[in-house]
């Protein structure tokens, strides 16, 4: 721990940094664990300038990834801004490494190599996938014209597709050119676990969120509100999706063919009745809640 920041390693890191003694390539990870420090760093400085500060730092073997609590409810210029300052910082290196090579002030295979690192870095980061900085930006641009289901959809399926590539390329290197790239290996796996574990996440932190409202409607005392008409024997784990992320809300449950209206449900009722049965319908949860016909 670093202050209130948690510090962590992925377990795939272990195999990366193993091959990397085998190989000999102890010189150009030291360079690219500077950089990933560096590139992490600015993530940081960015999230506490803006008055957040991150909730964990991984090592993992695409490099380091800063989570911060329900950095969904950011504004999304502030959300923007500490996601693009890791690359920012990546991409002055980059420069860096190219003016004192020039200058003479570093040794060009120092250079090259520095130049290498926070290229891989920022060229693997802006990838379109979860947790790097790429997969982050394509979220929040996506959240304003998918829904959240669809969202978790077109996210688990990219991750899943770049994984598989990472995979296939390593095995066609082994097979043409000779050697196990196992870095490659290890960040195809990282990606497809990524994709589940990291949609998973945002799952919980959008539940989180709908139970959060009313907690601020209690502080702030109002709230926007939303009503809507849902047929009561609607699975309640469908309905729980369409209940909109910051507005309260609450749902009139209509019956099935007469169109007769047999009650109502507030949010926070139905995501208590869909964390205690998943599998109800509205008009269950709204049976178990006791509320009274309108």
């Known amino acids: 721990m670093i202050g209130p920041t948690e510090i962590s390693i992925h377990p795939a890191t272990m195999l990366v940094l193993a091959w990397a003694v085998i190989s000999g390539a102890v010189p150009m990870l030291l360079t690219a664990f500077g950089s990933i420090l560096l590139h992490e760093g600015a993530h940081a400085t960015a999230a506490a300038l803006a008055g957040e500060l991150p909730e964990e730092i991984e090592l993992t073997p695409l490099g380091a990834v800063m989570r911060l609590e329900d950095e969904e409810r950011l504004p999304a210029l502030k959300r923007a801004l500490m996601i693009l300052a890791g690359p920012a910082m990546t991409l002055l290196l980059c420069f860096i490494a190219v003016k004192l090579t020039q200058i003479g002030w570093l040794p060009l295979p120092w250079g090259r190599r520095l130049f290498a690192a926070n290229l891989s870095i920022l ?23 998918l829904r959240a289901e669809t969202l978790r959809k077109v996210v688990r399926g990219v991750g899943t597709l770049l994984g598989l590539l990472c995979i296939v390329s390593s095995v066609w290197i082994t097979w043409r050119y000779g050697g196990w ?16 574990a990291a949609t998973t996440a945002r799952a919980m932190s959008e539940l989180r969120r709908l139970m959060d409202r009313k907690i601020r ?26 209940l909109p992320p910051q507005e309260m809300a609450y749902m009139m449950l209509i ?3 007469t169109m007769r ?17 998943p599998g109800a319908s509205c008009l269950e949860a709204f049976q178990r809640v006791q509320k009274p016909q309108y």
């Open 181 to 196: 790239n196992l870095s490659l290996a290890a960040a195809g796996c990282f990606l497809m676990y990524s994709a589940s």
């Open 123 to 145: 060229l693997i980061n802006l990838l379109p996938a979860l947790p790097l900085d790429g997969g982050r930006i394509m979220v929040m641009l996506l959240s304003r014209v």
């Open 217 to 242: 409607l209690e502080s702030r005392g109002y709230a926007a509100c939303r009503a809507i008409a849902v047929m009561a024997d609607m699975p309640l784990q469908r309905m729980v999706k369409l």
């Open 255 to 257: 019956e099935r063919g």
């Open 261 to 277: 209206q047999l009650g109502m449900l507030v949010d926070h009722e139905a995501v208590a009745a869909y964390l205690d049965h």
